[in-house]
């Protein structure tokens, strides 16, 4: 085929040539090194050629007029606006960016965001369902299988269960735990225990296809019937009906916490335990996770219009974590106004605090130094489990009962919702210093003992009549009779006959008596 045919028989129809003809032709480019000649040849093409295709030599011979109104030469360089505006050749002056991370040290960093809490609840949870599926295996037999039943051995390791295993073992589980003590756990924690255990796959197996409680997922439709019914049938034995709650410290309490001096700004003991009910009964702090990692930074002292106050900045809580969930969540923010004519003022209290720390950054609760004028602490920070028992301590040490209570560091925040609940105040206001964000908060909120002897006082059965209002209101009614006998001059012959009392001398112990005597033989005596 000629070498001109390139572009194949549908283009030489196209421009009317005779297919046969055009291959009779010899071809214009004997050597394929022509089609490799240097840019600067030129390649002629005969006349005779031009003329088969019926174009005009003239008309050949002009320029292209594509190519006079194209530039196709290569453009010049323009910068990249980026380059402009970010010079990569030198380093910045400061450290602007931290060095470069591993994959391990993102993967801690991740770890990091679950609460330590959360944690040691999922492992918990997991370490039940470890400890039921190994005693489970062990007593299993063959004879135990019915018809239908789709799985023998209990998986121990969940990173390869299927949806279908976990649906059919769930159901088995939630029915079959116990607590060490034998007993049934309450309906609570066992929905507790199926949220650690889906928290284990999710977070330390990575299965985010695993989701036992939403209601969508048919794959999980048997346990969660199981599950429901398994928290009825716990609730209808009364399995978990009490409900353990902190319960708040009254005002009477807190009298006596000052009164015996647990509470004080003259030793740094009474400070170290008055900062820490009040950081919990002003500012809603939580039982521990908040008082934990609190910082002195976070107290700062002011003056506006209305005196001086007292400004806590909160961080990091259970309801309040900063992260895409929370991301339109505010951290509390809490201005305490001081009273000034109140000796016991805790914008005081805290200025005292606050002067009494070694320095002004840092861990809030410093260990109190004793026998120090002013008071003073140390730089050792408090421990954990000494912060645990504060609340207890500072209550057994002023003598505070604590018999048939409930008294535990979260009482200082339930007395904050108790007492101002009492006072009136909406729940909106309560929930900006508990830092609660949704109706929780109502649990809280405690009525007092004297509320709840009102209640009941006004819920009570009638009394009935007393004996005594009933003879005195008898006695009554037959005195005025009495006087209406002997005021009348007339008497009907039916009438009754009045006897009326002697004179009694101021001297005389002998009774008055008044007889009334009716005709049908009814008589009636009374002393006086």
Known sequence: ???????????????????????????????DDVLKAEPAEVITVSDDLLEQLGIASEVFSQPDPFLLETNLSTPPAQPDPFL?????????????????????????????????????TTKWGKDVWDLWARTQNSLRTFESLETG?????????????SAEEMDFWL?????????????????????NIVAAIMRHLREDLSRHDMNFLDKADIRFAQFRKALDARMKELTAQGVGTVKRQADPLTTVDEETLWATGTVSTKTATGLSYGVFFYNCKIFGLRGMDEHRHLQAEQFTLGLD???????????????????????QVDVKNIRQYAEDANPRCVVNLFATY?????????????????????????????????????????????????????????????????????????????????????????????????????????????????????????????AAMAATATTTTTTPPNAATVTSPAAKTPTSNVPSRLSIEHPNGLKITMDF
């Open 354 to 478: 606050l002067n009494s720390l070694p320095e002004k950054q840092g861990s809030f609760y410093r260990r109190p130094l004793a026998n120090t004028c002013p008071p003073r602490c140390s730089l050792q920070v408090v421990g954990v489990n000494k912060l645990k028992t504060y609340m207890k301590t500072m209550c057994a040490s002023a003598g505070i009962p604590m018999e048939g209570r409930n008294i535990t560091n979260h009482s200082g925040k339930v007395t904050c919702a108790t007492q101002m609940f009492a006072a009136g105040f909406d729940e909106q206001t309560i929930m900006a210093r508990t830092g609660h964000r949704s109706s929780a908060v109502r649990a809280y909120k405690r009525p007092s003992d004297a509320l709840l002897k009102n209640v009941s006082n006004t819920l009570q059965p009638p009394k009935p009549p007393s004996p005594t209002k009933n003879k005195v209101k008898i006695l009554k009614t037959t």
């Open 149 to 161: 039943d789709r799985f023998f051995i209990i998986p121990v390791d969940l990173s390869s269960t």
């Open 84 to 120: 402009l505006e970010t010079n990569l050749s030198t380093p910045p002056a400061s450290d602007r960016f931290v060095p470069p991370m591993t994959t391990s040290a993102i993967e801690e960093k991740m770890k990091g965001r679950i609460p330590e809490a959360t944690k040691r």
């Open 305 to 327: 219009q209305n005196g001086r106050y007292l400004q806590y900045t909160g961080r990091v809580s259970k309801n309040v974590q900063g992260g895409l969930n929370h991301r």
């Open 1 to 31: 085929m000629s070498s001109f045919n390139m572009f194949g028989d549908e283009f030489l129809e196209y421009v009317g040539i005779d297919v046969n003809e055009f291959s009779t032709q010899p071809d214009p480019f004997p050597n």
């Open 171 to 191: 159901a088995r589980f939630v029915f079959e735990i116990r607590r060490k003590d034998g007993k049934p756990y309450p309906p609570r924690t066992l929905y």
